[in-house]
């Protein structure tokens, strides 16, 4: 599929060439190259926000546990001294 860009500025095509060049490669390919890897990090910061959210629940929850254990514990021990 193919995307244009107009009036871009003549500086920032410039630079884009400059490091299109530098990598040894065109210009078509740097900003394919560029617009791809621009999605798949996008992608993976989203990705990145799910996790740590999920793991931040898994923690609430298993210091929820921990603490129903303790309290489980002290009773257990409080019938074991009758």
């Not at 920032?12 to 299109?20: F, L, Q």
């Not at 740097?30 to 959210?53: C, D, P, S, V, W």
């Amino acid at each position: 599929m193919d995307i244009l860009i107009r009036d871009l500025n003549r500086t920032t095509v410039k630079r884009i060439d400059e490091k299109a060049k530098k990598l040894k490669q065109s210009r078509q390919e740097f900003m394919q190259n560029l617009i791809e890897n621009f999605i798949m990090m996008q992608a993976l910061n989203e990705r990145e926000h799910e996790l740590k959210t999920t793991l931040e629940k898994n923690t609430e929850v298993l210091t929820q546990f921990q603490e129903q254990l303790e309290k489980q514990q002290e009773l257990f021990h409080l019938l074991l001294e009758d």
